[in-house]
């Protein structure tokens, strides 16, 4: 069962890799791909935040307070701490290359940050059931790409190396294994409901902020405001139904 589960943590921190696709062709109208790109994903982190995450850290927290107000107080105070965190982040990142480097690298940082307890999470649930493991796989594998895309795009298009852009997502991209390697040697003993609340509401803050401060905001900075919108809601819809399904 833990070759297995490996496996499965391996090939979903492996889509993230697939951001650098639009990298790979020559457009004519480079804005609108990078315009595209951070609307998209901004759309797809919001989702994965309301719609994912915030759900299931509440449903774990539920389990161990019977009451309701325990219940969102411990939701709102590590949501806001991961709000606080990735603005921290933001704040003491300073580049010698423009806002775009430093759009993808917070988003390189978050997503790592996210990406460890959805590994431990995936080898943990593959652990113990292969069908929902291979479920979340699926859902996780599918919003990993645009993840990628929201670190190789800004990385690339500031920089114009395809190699740091490559780089970058490898390094999100790992984190996703090393999630399940730490659960592995460590966690898979010790990992409770609380510490999988905590961990969940962290990174819907972080990647809320992520998404509304620094993608969307970067892209609207294009002043392509129809697209921007347009690529943002497809974003929250992708998300959601990839979610739904899975």
Do not use: Q, W
Request: with cysteine.
């Amino acid at each position: 069962m833990f070759h297995y589960a490996f496996l499965l943590t391996i090939l979903a921190g492996s889509a993230t890799l697939f951001g650098i696709v639009p990298i790979l062709f020559r457009f004519r109208d480079t804005n609108k791909v990078i315009i595209c790109s951070l609307s998209f994903a901004s759309g797809v982190m919001i989702s994965a935040s309301f719609f994912d995450l915030i759900p299931e850290a509440y449903l774990y927290f539920s389990s161990l307070y019977n009451s309701s107000i325990f219940t969102f107080l411990f939701l709102a105070i590590f949501f806001v701490m991961g709000i606080l965190i990735s603005t921290y982040i933001n704040k003491h990142l300073s580049f010698k290359e423009d806002n775009l480097y430093k759009v993808g690298i917070t988003s390189m940082l978050a997503i790592i940050i996210h990406n460890l307890p959805e590994g431990i999470l995936t080898f943990l649930t593959a652990s113990i059931d292969k069908r929902l493991g291979f479920s979340l796989f699926v859902a996780i594998f599918l919003h990993n790409i645009p993840e990628g895309i929201s670190i190789a795009v800004p990385i690339y298009y500031s920089t114009s190396s395809k190699c740091k852009a490559f780089f970058y997502s490898f390094l999100a991209a790992i984190s996703e294994p090393l999630g399940a390697i730490l659960a592995f040697l460590f966690l898979r003993h010790v990992m409770n409901n609380l510490l999988f609340g905590i961990l969940l509401s962290l990174t819907a803050g972080i990647m809320t902020n992520i998404s509304l401060y620094e993608l969307l905001p970067e892209s609207f900075s294009y002043k392509r405001k129809k697209i921007s919108l347009i690529s943002f809601i497809i974003g929250l819809i992708f998300m959601y139904i990839s979610i739904s399904i899975f």
